[in-house]
Antibody, heavy 117, light 106 residues
Framework: QVQLQESGPGLVKPSETLSLTCAFSGGSIRSSYWSWVRQPPGKGLEWIGYIYHGGSTSYNPSLQSRVTISVDTSKNQFSLKLSSVTAADTAVYYCAATGYYSWFDPWGQGILVTVSS | EIVMTQSPATLSVSPGERATLSCRASQSVSSNLAWYQQKPGQAPRLLIY???TRATGIPARFSGSGSGTDFTLTISSLQSEDFAVYYC?????????FGPGAKVEI
């Protein structure tokens, strides 16, 4: 059974870079596309981007200039970097598996990242 | 980008009653529509994909219908554990987009 687990700092200062990692277990990281989705407190869900094991990526145009997603197949993990963060980037960040033509499932439990000085 | 809307934003129902939630896409997504349930402090849980196929382990009281731009999630007889927020997701195009959510409350 595929399981995902996010990790990283829960507090990031404004203008700095948010960095998160998602560890994958229970299958092959080569079997899916791997996405990040975020949810500001009390608000809805926003897809951030995906990476495929070969390294191909796609990002939400609304965040594209600030986002980098990378994958480490040897460690079965993938990572998110979001630069120049502001308070508007405060959110629960989820990692999730998807197919190119399919939905998100499963999801990690999520990690709250607060942007504050 | 495909814009997803949901109605109503909040639905107040009693246990045992039927709940009907709507989701509309700004352009056709064919049957590439999923529904999620989210409870406070939890990740979204997949309920329905392909507009009408229940995910593994999802009770039969959850059903989905629709295609093109208009979709419906029906909960036939609400149980206490069904009070939550429900999101639709279109996976016809990238970027994937979610509806704003619909809260089902007692």
């Amino acid at each position: 059974q595929v399981q995902l687990q996010e990790s990283g700092p829960g507090l990031v200062k404004p203008s700095e870079t948010l960095s998160l990692t998602c560890a994958f277990s229970g299958g092959s990281i080569r079997s899916s596309y791997w996405s990040w989705v975020r949810q500001p407190p009390g608000k809805g869900l926003e897809w951030i981007g995906y990476i495929y094991h070969g390294g191909s990526t796609s990002y939400n145009p609304s965040l594209q200039s600030r986002v980098t997603i990378s994958v480490d197949t040897s460690k079965n993990q993938f990572s998110l970097k979001l630069s120049s963060v502001t308070a508007a980037d405060t959110a629960v960040y989820y990692c999730a598996a998807t197919g190119y033509y399919s939905w998100f499932d499963p999801w990690g439990q999520g990690i709250l990242v607060t942007v504050s000085s | 980008e495909i814009v997803m809307t949901q109605s109503p934003a909040t639905l107040s129902v009693s246990p045992g009653e039927r709940a009907t939630l709507s989701c509309r896409a700004s352009q056709s997504v064919s049957s590439n529509l999923a529904w999620y349930q989210q409870k406070p402090g939890q990740a979204p849980r997949l309920l329905i994909y392909g507009a009408s196929t229940r995910a593994t382990g999802i009770p039969a009281r959850f059903s989905g219908s629709g295609s093109g731009t208009d979709f419906t999630l029906t909960i036939s007889s609400l149980q206490s554990e069904d009070f939550a927020v429900y999101y639709c997701l279109q996976y016809s195009n990238w970027p994937r987009t979610f509806g704003p959510g619909a809260k089902v409350e007692i």
